[in-house]
């Protein structure tokens, strides 16, 4: 006979929403991720074709973008219990993130402007026409003559 009596415990009201809340953030993130994926191998296979539409592309990472967003406030909200907080603490928190999404602007374009600067002799011609510059064959100047000093 075993030496412990173990009883389920009775599973009260709260207990079921909080396993419901559970579930449902488990459902809405992963039909985000599904999402995210399709439109990721939707990008590549418009890649892989004659004629990719840049705009296109330009606008399905975009939507990529806004669900990540969506991913991360649910995240937030659910399972670092701020949903639950009162509106300042959530904005002590909140807003001081997005300085994250200004530093990542920030720096991309920072990068991005110093490649164009950099391949364009400090963006005073483009890339084309500094190519076309340097791609002349070389010259060699004319052999001394073999003068001899006495």
């Known amino acids: 006979m075993p030496s412990e009596v173990t009883i389920p415990l009775p599973k009260t009201e709260a207990d ?4 419901k809340r559970i579930w449902k953030a488990f459902w809405v993130l992963l039909v985000l991720t599904i999402l995210e994926l399709s439109l990721g191998l939707l990008i590549y296979n418009i890649d892989l074709g004659a004629d990719p539409n840049e705009h296109l592309v330009l606008a399905i990472k975009g939507a990529i973008c806004i669900f990540t967003l969506a991913k991360a406030f649910y995240i937030i909200s659910i399972f670092m219990h701020l949903g639950d907080e009162i509106r300042n603490m959530v904005m002590i928190i909140a807003l001081p993130m ?3 999404i200004w530093f990542i602007t920030a720096f991309i374009s920072d990068g991005a402007s110093y490649r164009n600067l950099r391949n364009t002799d400090g963006g ?3 890339y084309k026409e500094q190519k076309e510059q340097y791609h002349h064959p070389l010259v060699y100047p004319a052999e001394k003559s073999e003068k001899r000093l006495n």
């Open 16 to 19: 079921v929403l909080h396993i």
């Open 98 to 100: 997005t300085l994250f």
């Open 124 to 126: 005073s011609r483009t």
